[in-house]
Nanobody, 123 residues
Framework: VQLQASGGGLVQAGGSLRLSCAAS????????MGWFRQAPGKEHEFVAA????????FYTDSVKGRFTISRDNAKNTVYLQMNSLKPEDTAVYYC?????????????????WGQGTLVTVSS
């Protein structure tokens, strides 16, 4: 599976961005999709994940109520709608995919990773 993330950019605090991650290579609908981020000088952090049929979504506490993960299996794309952005959301955002079952917030569960897209939130 190849993943291509896009949609990052510079936005003021309180603004919104929508990230996209396009997948190719295998049937997209069978994969759990996740978003992680890495801020400068920090470890990778789980952001959100969505199950195969979009019936299950998961978020880290710091983004609940502000971010929404969704997927369009017909377009082989997963999205991360980010609203009410804060400077602490500044990071490189990565999408990831896995066909395995497990704890979706753990990096080690994901087998495929996109190249990352930079989100910068100014105060």
């Amino acid at each position: 599976v190849q993943l291509q993330a896009s949609g990052g950019g510079l936005v003021q605090a309180g603004g919104s961005l929508r990230l996209s991650c396009a997948a190719s290579g295998r049937p997209f609908g069978t994969y759990v999709m996740g978003w992680f981020r890495q801020a400068p000088g920090k470890e990778h952090e789980f952001v959100a994940a969505i199950g195969w049929s979009a019936g299950g979504t998961f978020y880290t506490d710091s983004v609940k109520g502000r971010f929404t993960i969704s997927r369009d299996n017909a377009k082989n794309t997963v999205y991360l709608q980010m609203n009410s952005l804060k400077p602490e959301d500044t990071a490189v955002y990565y999408c990831a995919a896995t066909a395995r079952s497990g704890v979706v917030s753990q990096r080690g569960m994901y087998d495929y990773w996109g190249q990352g897209t930079l989100v910068t939130v100014s105060s």
